[in-house]
């Protein structure tokens, strides 16, 4: 099934910036309906009741320099 990106966005925040986007997230998931927001695209998106939710921490090492990054993601997944 082809991928269709609808919405990204990434910056340079704080942990509390990250925080208090994250609880948005999470109040408006609650509810069941999410609005993504970006400078120049939005995008609103129905939740069902019960979609599936992942969490991924992934460790990626430089081959050259040995230098580690982490990736934490949290993903939501249904079936429309």
Avoid: C
Avoid at 23 to 36: K, P, R
Avoid at 46 to 72: A, C, H, K, M, N
């Amino acid at each position: 099934m082809p991928e269709e990106q609808l919405f990204k966005t990434e910056n340079l925040q704080t942990r509390s910036e990250i925080a208090k986007t994250l609880i948005d997230a999470a109040e408006q998931i609650e509810v069941g309906s999410v609005t993504l927001e970006g400078t120049e695209q939005e995008h609103t998106v129905e939740i069902p009741d019960e979609p599936t939710f992942e969490v991924e921490l992934e460790r990626l090492t430089d081959s050259e320099t040995g230098e580690q990054q982490y990736e934490l993601e949290y993903e939501l997944a249904w079936t429309a």
